[in-house]
C-alpha cells in the first residue's frame, strides 16, 4: 500500500484508515496469535502556538470528506497531562483503497468545502504544526501473542551451530 499525501488532510488520512469501518471497540481486538497482525500509524503532533483549535477544525473537514466515502473520522487523542504534545492521530491500516466512486466523492467533497491541495495543502498544514513525529505499529496485539508469533518462528528457525562442533 502506498503512504503518499494526496489532496488534503482527509486524503491524506485516507491510505491509513479507509478500511477502518469498524468500531473503535472492533479495531481494539487484540489480534490471534496465527491471523495478520493488524497495523496502525500514530502521529503526534505539536502544534504551532495558538493554532490548536484551527488544525482541529481542519481535521473536522476532513472527516467531512472520508465521510462523503463512506469512511470513518480519524481517532484523536488530546494532551491532559505528561509528554509534549497537543493531539495524537490513530489510523488503523487495512489495506483497503476508497472505489473510483468513493474517491470521486471525496474529491467533490473536498472541493466544496474549499480545502486546499497539492503543494498549497502542505503550506498550509505547516502553518498549525510546530512539531510532529509518525510511527507504523502492529496492534493491537496482547503479550501472549506476540510471544507465540516470536515462539513459532524460533521453532521454524533454530539457532545455528557454531562451525566446528
Known amino acids: 500500500m502506498k503512504y503518499a499525501f494526496a489532496l488534503t488532510i482527509a486524503a491524506a488520512a485516507l491510505p491509513f484508515s479507509a478500511g477502518a469501518q469498524q468500531t473503535p471497540a472492533a479495531a481494539a ?26 488544525f482541529i477544525r481542519e481535521l473536522a473537514l476532513a472527516d467531512e470528506v472520508a465521510a462523503a466515502g463512506g469512511f470513518p473520522p480519524t481517532q484523536l487523542f488530546f494532551h491532559e497531562n505528561g509528554a509534549d504534545f497537543d493531539v495524537i492521530l490513530f489510523k488503523p491500516v487495512t489495506g483497503v483503497e476508497p472505489t473510483p466512486e468513493q474517491a470521486a466523492a471525496m474529491e467533490r467533497k473536498s472541493k466544496e468545502l474549499g480545502l486546499p491541495s497539492g503543494p498549497a495543502y502542505f503550506v498550509n498544514i505547516r502553518a498549525l504544526v510546530a512539531e510532529h513525529t509518525d510511527s507504523k505499529t502492529y496492534g493491537p496485539l496482547s503479550a501472549a501473542v506476540w510471544l507465540a508469533r516470536l515462539d513459532t518462528w524460533r521453532a521454524a528457525n533454530p539457532p545455528r551451530k557454531p562451525a566446528g562442533k
Request: glycine share 4%; hydrophobic share 45%.
Open 29 to 54: 481486538t487484540p489480534a490471534a496469535a496465527d491471523a495478520p497482525w493488524p497495523e496502525a500509524w500514530f502521529e503526534i503532533f505539536k502544534l504551532a502556538p495558538g493554532k490548536q483549535e484551527q
